[in-house]
């Protein structure tokens, strides 16, 4: 790998002396090392400094991109992040000189808000799609339909729409279960749910959940919020909807060592 793009998160690197260490490395190793500005044609890696929630982002930034990330952990779980900060110059010898150990393929999600009388709106998540209370303490109203057929109507403090990724996620604190993270389906977890139907559900890479706000009857109605990864948002108003499918594009996560998914999940919940 010869050509490398670097989005930082500037919060966690204030002075930049971790992405200036990074680059000064690898330009000392004659490679090339882009720190602003559009992604360059040709990149080979992009390295993202941060946590999980600035591996999210890159990933959508990507825009469909083929172009592995590699995440360097600057922050405290960084479960998507390949290097701890006191690993990167290391790791990133190990790159250079032996290559990566792997690429991952996740899959991600797309998102289709729809509103009557205007244009629907699209976007992408790698880790979840959460429909959530826009303010207070309201319990929000939903019909669930999954491939056109009605599913359930649930009354909950939001519903999550998760890939494998983002299984140890938001879907875990809130009980959903842990996904081996390249595999492909999608899970339906409600959060603080009133009723029977109270547990995730999976369903198959090939289904459309439909997720509509509903009125309660005889009682004012309120919005919803739509997150995407925790990023972007949209505002649901009774009666809108947002159907969630598999997405064509995936997100590549560059692996440097032959560390599988059970031991990772181990070195990482039981450091919380």
């Known amino acids: 790998m010869n050509r490398f793009y670097v989005i930082t998160n500037r919060q966690k ?3 930049l002396q971790v992405t200036e260490k990074i680059r000064r490395f690898l330009e000392s190793r004659g490679r090339t090392c882009v720190l602003e500005g559009p992604i360059p044609e040709g990149t080979d890696c992009v390295l993202v400094l941060g946590g999980d929630g600035t591996i999210l982002q890159a990933a959508r930034k990507l825009g469909g991109r083929d172009v592995p990330l590699l995440g360097v952990n600057l922050g405290t779980m960084g479960y998507l992040a390949e290097l701890d900060v006191h690993q990167a110059v290391s790791g990133l010898t190990e790159l250079l000189e032996r290559g990566p150990a792997g690429v991952e393929e996740r899959m991600m999600l797309k ?8 244009e ?5 998540a790698l880790n979840d799609v959460l429909v959530g209370r ?3 303490f309201k319990i929000i109203r939903f019909k669930v339909y999954v491939d056109g057929e009605f599913l359930s109507s649930y009354a909950a403090d939001g519903m999550i729409v998760a890939t ?11 009980g959903g279960p842990i996904v081996e993270p390249t595999a492909s389906l999608l899970l339906l977890t409600p959060v603080a749910p009133h009723g029977m139907l109270n ?3 999976v369903f198959s890479d090939k289904s459309r959940i439909k997720l509509e706000l509903a009125a309660p009857a005889g009682r ?9 990864d925790s990023d972007s948002q949209y505002v649901l108003r009774p009666g809108d909807y947002i159907e969630i499918e598999k997405a064509e594009r995936t997100t590549k996560i560059l692996k440097l060592s032959k560390i599988g998914f059970l031991e990772t999940l181990r070195r990482k919940m039981s450091a919380e």
């Open 134 to 136: 826009e303010s207070g």
């Open 164 to 174: 494998p990724t983002g299984s140890t996620a938001y879907n875990l604190s809130v």
């Open 220 to 228: 004012p109605a309120g919005n919803a919020l739509v997150g995407f």
């Open 120 to 124: 629907p709106c699209e976007d992408m």
């Open 111 to 118: 998102g289709t808000v729809w509103r009557r009388g205007e």
């Open 199 to 201: 547990k995730s559900i």
């Open 13 to 15: 690197d204030p002075e």
